[in-house]
């Protein structure tokens, strides 16, 4: 059985400025992910990724369908039991959402807090996480004096304090620099090599799919046209989508703007 189950899911959005305006997002998403793995999901803008990564922990209700997490559906819990077993399932965005009256300490400690962990312990999980992200200097730091990297990082940790089982990275890195997303690559492959947390990795960055991710699916208008190991589709994509990042991944290749292959 997979640890990740993605049942048939569908969301349609509705227009508010126009009666009857709807924009069908996910046309029946089918995926299966397995525990410990490194997942992409890689599709254009307006494919539905972030949409996804929003209803498997129910930012977004998905229309229909289930999303089973370790046996679990989540579609079919409580707001009560939903706030529950949302702790154990971590986000990192895109624009870093972190607090900026807040220090990194406390960016981090904010979930923990609110889950009202004692000061002792929360003290020391946050040691624990800055230790991991490589921030340890940057304890009591706000983020208007951190890098882009850092930021992110921070994030990371703040998605961490939990100890979820699974990490949604959705274009975690598209804000960055290419020497900065390859540190937050490789922070995202540490953690999954030392806590074993499934991650799932949205982007429109295949350079980030190739680096860290075991196997991939492509979206294409709401739904999955094609998944399997990173290595197969590189190879031999069979989706419109797939043969288009690929053909432009293969130019810039050629180009050589990203240097030399590796043979996938």
Same mark, same amino acid.
């Given at each position: ?39 992409? @999901? ?25 999303? @089973? ?63 991991? @992200? ?111 990042? @690929? ?18």
């Amino acid at each position: 059985m997979s640890f990740i189950e993605i049942k048939d899911i569908h969301k349609t959005f509705y227009g508010k400025k126009r009666a009857g305006e709807e924009t069908q997002v996910l046309n029946g998403v089918d995926l299966n992910i397995e525990k410990g793995d490194i997942f992409g @999901i890689v599709g254009f803008s307006g494919a539905g990724k972030s949409t996804l990564a929003r209803c498997i922990n129910r930012l977004e209700e998905p229309d229909s369908g289930q999303i @089973i997490i370790d046996g679990v559906d989540i579609t079919g819990l409580s707001k009560k039991e939903l706030a529950l077993r949302r702790r154990k399932i971590g986000m990192i965005f895109q624009q870093f959402n972190l607090f900026e009256s807040k220090s990194v300490f406390k960016n981090i400690a904010y979930p923990l807090m609110l889950d009202g962990w004692s000061k002792d312990k929360i003290n020391s999980r946050v040691e624990e996480i800055l230790s991991l @992200i490589g921030l340890e200097d940057k304890r009591d730091a706000y983020p208007g004096q951190l890098s882009g990297g850092q930021k992110q990082r921070v994030g990371i940790g703040r998605a961490l304090a939990n100890r979820p089982d699974v990490l949604l990275s959705d274009e975690a890195t598209s804000a960055l620099d290419p020497q900065t997303t390859l540190s937050v690559l490789d922070l995202l492959k540490e953690i999954n090599h030392k806590l074993g947390i499934t991650i799932l990795l949205i982007t429109h960055e295949l350079e980030a799919i190739k680096y860290i991710c075991s196997n991939m699916a492509v979206l294409e208008n709401g739904v999955v046209t094609e998944s399997g190991s990173v290595r197969s589709i590189f190879q031999n994509p069979n989706s419109k989508t797939g043969h288009i990042f @690929i053909d432009i991944y293969s130019s810039f290749r050629k180009d050589d703007l990203y240097g030399e292959g590796d043979g996938i």
